[in-house]
């Protein structure tokens, strides 16, 4: 393992981006041939800290090996037999989902998993600006009188210790399951499974990187497991509970959940049910995604995803519960339509919202939190911008939509590595500063009176000051291997992508390519980076960095002479756009060469 003190990577100790690069798992610079003989996957595994006696498990990551006994997890055979009990006495069951994608997915994975069973449940998505995030204690005390008599909150419910009350006192059972940050002093429920209960044994901590749906995934398992035990399957079939996995896969990337372990088996096994198309709201969203082959890793996040996420921030909440649940495929197809539309809409309320919100940056160059606030900022994109913020900053960034009837302001925040965002926003909420607030290491919501936030970014200012500077202090760029121009071929994609799926906690191989020389380097788009560069063995790439041009690093790179010798680092992906695919660089950092 590559330590602080080993040899920065070219002997670039600070690059156009500010980072030192040192290699991820040893020196991999295979130059330009194709010297694919030695085996990537492995040096890419290994690399990523798996052990030499682990290859075989990690390279085909499969259920059977990563599945935990969902017995494991706290309160599971409660929720388990509860919701046994509710199919085999007829009882009205309602899911209560959060409105973004882990919510959608894990909402539509148990209606789907009881319709399996023969029991239709209903739904019930709040609504991000009048209800806000989490369960409602008149929303729950309401199902109740309607009708149902168990209530299972999806991705919520963790923290709503006065909601649940009132549900109890109403005589609803409400189960939980969660994936977000818990007190030590749980609500009242009938159950709460979440991995991320203090309480929980090894075991199932282990696992709290899953999303909420890859809980909700462990519940079903518990759950036919309970009807089998109880012979509910003596005359009927066992439901097909892998034909769920792409609901998994969609979730788990969406959410950024960690791609480790088990969530890796979710997502590489759900992208081969996926392609199946046998979900017909799924299909209708990749098509209406515009892929033209099956959807990968990356397309999770980027295509699909915000288009459910569309839903819940501009449009109706339940637009991507119905979507994924649908067995009609002209309904299927309508609102996989109004979804990519709003989708559209959302786009150009972000991009009102971050130029509003990076108006205020340069006040805050010595906090160690950017926090903005706006008035009438719209709070369904307020979350996306802070990602924004904090990938243009390098510091952790809270972005606040402040209500001008209420005076209260919703809060959405995202983190760097080594900065626990959301253990932070609950002891603001602890030490009072917040009426509600919650979340994960690298993303937290909150709730905050308007006169408030001056107090909160001070508090955040001096609380995590420290950890900000020695994380931003730290910051590299970590390789995988290097090559000349020559290697960056197609070939060499495809063998990387064999240790696959990526996504955070598993990155992607990020790879050196140079030195090179710049031949063309302009803007495309709004703020695109795009640039062509010629190497010593006379091969030439094209490379592209996303909303770069305006960063330290894409500025150097257009006001470069002519010529001037430079490495490029980033990912390596395929262009298929033309009759000939071809590799090209999707550029992430660079240095200067001389």
């Known amino acids: 393992m590559a330590t602080r003190t080993s040899p920065a990577v070219f002997g670039v100790e600070r690059s156009l981006s500010g980072k030192r690069w040192r290699w991820r798992g040893g020196n991999m610079a295979l130059g330009g041939g194709a010297t694919l003989d030695h085996d990537i996957v492995t040096q890419l595994l290994l690399a990523r800290g798996i052990a030499p006696d682990d290859l075989a498990r990690q390279r085909e990551p499969t259920l059977r090996a990563f599945l935990p006994d969902p017995s494991e997890?706290?309160?599971?055979?409660?929720?388990?037999?509860?919701?046994?009990?509710?199919?085999?006495?007829?009882?009205?069951?309602?899911i209560y989902g959060d409105y973004d994608v882990d919510g959608a997915t894990s909402s539509a994975l148990l209606i789907r998993l009881l319709r399996m069973l023969?029991?239709?449940?209903?739904?019930?998505?709040?609504?991000?600006?009048?209800?806000?995030?989490?369960?409602?204690?008149?929303?729950?005390?309401?199902?109740?009188?309607?009708?149902?008599?168990?209530?299972?909150?999806?991705?919520?419910?963790?923290?709503?210790?006065?909601?649940?009350?009132?549900?109890?006192?109403?005589?609803?059972?409400?189960?939980?399951?969660?994936?977000?940050?818990?007190?030590?002093?749980?609500?009242?429920?009938?159950?709460?499974?979440?991995?991320?209960?203090?309480?929980?044994?090894?075991t199932a901590a282990g696992h709290g990187h899953l999303a909420a749906v890859g809980v909700a995934f462990l519940l079903a398992i518990a759950l036919v497991r309970t009807l089998r035990e109880r012979g509910f399957f003596a005359d009927r079939a066992e439901p097909?509970?892998?034909?769920?996995?792409?609901?998994?896969?969609?979730?788990?990337?969406?959410?950024?959940?960690?791609?480790?372990?088990?969530n890796r088996a979710f997502v590489a096994q759900g992208l081969k049910v996926m392609s199946r198309r046998a979900n017909i709201g799924m299909a209708a969203l990749i098509d209406a995604s515009r892929l033209k082959r099956a959807p990968v890793c990356s397309d999770l996040g980027f295509a699909l995803g915000p288009r459910i996420n569309a839903g819940g921030r501009v449009g109706q909440s339940t637009l991507g519960v119905r979507l994924l649940t649908t067995e009609d495929p002209e309904e299927a197809r309508g609102i996989a339509a109004q979804l990519s539309q709003l989708n559209d809409e959302r786009r150009a309320i972000e991009a009102e919202v971050q130029e509003a919100?990076?108006?205020?940056?340069?006040?805050?160059?010595?906090?160690?939190?950017?926090?903005?606030?706006?008035?009438?900022?719209?709070?369904?994109?307020?979350?996306?911008?802070?990602?924004?913020?904090?990938?243009?900053?390098?510091?952790?960034?809270?972005?606040?939509?402040?209500?001008?009837?209420?005076?209260?302001?919703?809060?959405?925040?995202?983190s760097i590595a080594g900065v626990d965002l959301g253990a932070a926003i609950i002891a603001a909420r602890e030490a009072g500063l917040l009426a509600a607030g919650g979340g994960h290491a690298m993303a937290a919501g909150l709730t905050v009176a308007a006169d408030g936030v001056a107090s909160l970014a001070h508090w955040l200012d001096e609380r995590l000051g420290e950890k900000?500077?020695?994380?931003?202090?730290?910051?590299?760029?970590?390789?995988?291997?290097?090559?000349?121009?020559?290697?960056?071929?197609?070939?060499?994609?495809?063998?990387m992508e064999a240790g696959g799926p990526y996504g955070v906690g598993w990155p992607g191989p990020r790879i050196a390519v140079g030195p090179v020389r710049l031949i063309k380097c302009d803007v495309v788009g709004s703020d695109h980076l795009r640039l062509m560069a010629a190497g010593e063995d006379g091969r030439s790439i094209k490379g592209i960095a996303f909303r770069a041009a305006e960063s330290e690093?894409?500025?150097?790179?257009?006001?470069?002479?002519?010529?001037?010798?430079?490495?490029?680092?980033?990912?390596?992906?395929?262009?298929?756009?033309?009759?000939?695919?071809?590799?090209?660089?999707?550029?992430?950092?660079?240095?200067?060469?001389?």
């Open 73 to 94: 997890f706290n309160d599971m055979d409660a929720a388990a037999d509860r919701i046994a009990q509710a199919i085999l006495s007829g009882e009205t069951i309602t």
């Open 118 to 202: 023969g029991h239709d449940a209903g739904h019930y998505i709040p609504d991000r600006l009048l209800e806000g995030y989490g369960p409602s204690g008149e929303a729950l005390v309401r199902l109740g009188e309607e009708g149902s008599s168990l209530v299972v909150t999806v991705d919520c419910g963790a923290m709503a210790h006065e909601a649940l009350q009132k549900a109890h006192d109403a005589g609803v059972d409400v189960i939980v399951v969660d994936h977000h940050k818990c007190a030590a002093d749980l609500p009242r429920t009938v159950a709460l499974v979440n991995p991320n209960r203090l309480d929980e044994n090894d």
């Open 240 to 262: 097909d509970l892998l034909s769920l996995l792409d609901l998994v896969a969609l979730g788990t990337v969406a959410d950024v959940a960690a791609l480790h372990g088990l």
């Open 357 to 414: 919100a990076e108006a205020q940056i340069a006040a805050q160059h010595n906090r160690a939190v950017v926090v903005c606030a706006g008035m009438g900022w719209h709070p369904g994109v307020i979350g996306i911008v802070a990602g924004r913020i904090k990938e243009k900053t390098g510091r952790p960034a809270i972005v606040i939509a402040l209500d001008p009837d209420s005076g209260e302001g919703k809060g959405s925040g995202r």
């Open 468 to 495: 900000v500077a020695l994380a931003s202090a730290q910051q590299e760029t970590i390789l995988d291997l290097a090559v000349a121009p020559g290697g960056l071929a197609p070939d060499l994609v495809q063998a």
């Open 553 to 594: 690093m894409g500025q150097q790179l257009l006001h470069a002479v002519p010529g001037r010798r430079v490495w490029l680092a980033g990912r390596a992906k395929i262009d298929d756009w033309g009759n000939v695919p071809r590799a090209e660089l999707h550029l992430e950092d660079a240095a200067w060469a001389d």
